[in-house]
């Protein structure tokens, strides 16, 4: 029970990686507000979480509109008492074209997700964890802020950009007690990858087994986790296991890329 008589926010529910932290630390005895811009996908999860003995409260959350952001912090507040840690889980994929073939709006767009509606959502945050005596924050970055690939530069850009930002957070809120620290997954084995995976192969004339374990294959496991893999380590920076630990970037991603 690394997580009794916490709170914690989530943003960014959806059927992975929201869900299987949500889940993950309920099972460690936080109560938790979850947040998506369709709360219909909240409210799915929080019924799971109520059946394993848990509080949760399911909110609208745009981490883009500062009242959203805020009217969160405050459902912490107001239901739990207050806020123990936040998961910035809410991105944005970025375009998917080379920068040739972009306007910045696009990059614009990516940014102000993954950079300043992030940053958005902390700082509504942080009030609430200096009432408490500090806080526990973790940024689901990406691979892709270390690992540059053709067309994702969008996508990377913002990512990159949150991770020095995350830096500069820990080295400034520490006086406060609040820890600032990144994971960074790689691709996440879900059906959506292997939906992709089996479309890539049909364009190379290759099935999406064939597919799988070439990508797999450039990893050191040989394997891609899932999102309920990866969930333990946003545990780890979430709990007291992780105490004297702030200002860190920890790859989890079967080692595709080792820095």
């Known amino acids: 029970m690394l997580l009794e008589g916490k709170t914690a926010i989530i943003s960014g529910i959806g059927p992975g990686m929201g869900r299987d932290i949500s889940l993950l630390f309920a099972e460690h005895g936080a109560n938790v507000v979850l947040g998506a811009r369709h709360v219909d996908k909240c409210e799915a999860v929080a019924e799971e979480v109520r059946a394993m003995g848990r509080k949760a409260e399911p909110v609208t959350l745009d981490i883009t509109d500062p009242e959203s952001c805020a009217a969160a912090v405050d459902t912490a507040v107001r239901s739990f008492g207050g806020l123990d840690v936040l998961v910035n889980n809410a991105f944005r994929d970025g375009n998917r074209k080379t ?35 500090g806080g526990h924050i973790v940024m689901i970055n990406s691979m892709s802020a270390k690992r540059i690939e053709p067309a994702f530069g969008a996508y990377a850009a913002s990512k990159a950009a949150l991770e020095t930002a995350s830096k500069s957070l820990a080295v400034e809120l520490g006086v406060h007690g609040i820890r600032v620290n990144s994971i960074h997954p790689g691709y996440i084995w879900s059906d959506k990858v292997e939906w992709y995976l089996g479309y890539l192969g049909e364009q190379q004339g290759k099935t999406g087994a064939e597919m799988y374990e070439e990508l797999a294959g450039e990893t050191c496991l040989k394997y891609l986790p899932h999102s309920s893999e990866i969930a333990g380590s946003v545990l780890f920076f979430a709990s007291d296991l992780s105490k004297p630990v702030t200002g860190q970037s920890l790859g989890v991603n079967c080692g595709h890329y080792i820095p």
């Open 99 to 133: 920068f040739e073939d972009s306007s910045l709006d696009e990059w614009k767009g990516t940014m102000n997700v993954n950079l300043w509606g992030t940053l958005q959502m902390t700082g509504a945050a942080v009030p609430a964890m200096k009432d408490r005596g």
